[in-house]
């Protein structure tokens, strides 16, 4: 089957820090990789995403590499700010023959302190 | 403008009620989703519509009913709920349906808070 692994939250940094958060996966075929974010209160915001291996997702200095080889998608940030606390979803989607299904991880907390 | 819209963001419900949470998009998109969200956990597929079409059912009881009037609104209809059904409900949109490209991003709304008493 298709599963996500991300590694267990909260993550707790002050800002300023480096930010890693690991996910790993395991699809049949061959899966587009995303990540999401969620704000306290909110819906789902897509962070960015990556199509095929060795693509590389970028959006508001959060970035992430598809690892075919490793199956990983780790998210990283440089510099971290109190604004990006939020829980952060790894995901694949396969294409079945009712439409695109998102897997997702089980989430991870990111608390940012001053 | 990627955005899909959801209504009411707030809902108490009593478990002999029926009430409707609803969605809209005007992206052009040809595929739906509704996802259930519990505090702490993951978002699950309940549904998804293809071309106005319902084209998984992820084994939802049937006090949930969907229904996609037409390619830009979904609703959900619910009746006879439980206590445990007091959720985050997510609509979701994405460009493709059955046949579609894999790497299209699933769009989802602001969702609908669901408390049943």
């Known amino acids: 089957g298709n599963s996500v692994t991300q590694m267990e939250g909260p993550v707790t940094l002050s800002e300023e820090a480096f930010l890693t958060i690991n996910c790993t996966y395991t699809?049949?075929?061959?899966?587009?990789l995303f990540w999401y974010v969620q704000y306290p209160g909110e819906g789902l915001q897509l962070l960015l995403k990556a199509t095929k291996a060795d693509d590389k997702g970028s959006n508001k200095g959060f970035e992430a590499t598809y690892r075919k080889e490793t199956t990983s998608f780790h998210l990283e940030k440089g510099s971290v700010q109190v604004s990006d606390s939020a829980v952060y979803f790894c995901?694949?989607?396969?294409?079945?023959?009712?439409?695109?299904?998102?897997?997702f991880g089980t989430g991870t907390q990111l608390k940012v302190e001053l | 403008d990627t955005e899909v819209t959801q209504t009411p963001k707030h809902l108490v419900m009593g478990m002999t009620n029926k009430k409707s949470l609803k969605c809209e998009q005007h992206?052009?998109?040809?595929?739906m989703y509704w996802y259930k969200q519990k505090a702490k956990k993951p978002p699950e597929l309940m549904f998804v519509y293809s071309y106005e079409k319902l084209s998984i059912n992820e084994s939802v009881p049937s006090r949930f009913s969907p229904e996609c009037p037409n390619s830009s609104l979904l609703n959900l209809h619910l009746h006879a709920l439980q206590p445990e059904d007091s959720a985050l409900y997510l609509c979701?949109?994405?460009?493709?349906?059955?046949?579609?490209?894999?790497?299209?991003?699933?769009?989802f709304g602001e969702g609908s808070w669901l408390t049943v008493v």
């Open positions: 995901a694949l989607t396969i294409l079945t023959g009712g439409g695109n299904k998102l897997t």
């Open positions: 979701a949109s994405s460009q493709d349906g059955t046949g579609g490209y894999v790497g299209n991003t699933i769009y």
């Open positions: 992206m052009g998109h040809r595929a």
């Open positions: 699809a049949t075929g061959y899966p587009s």
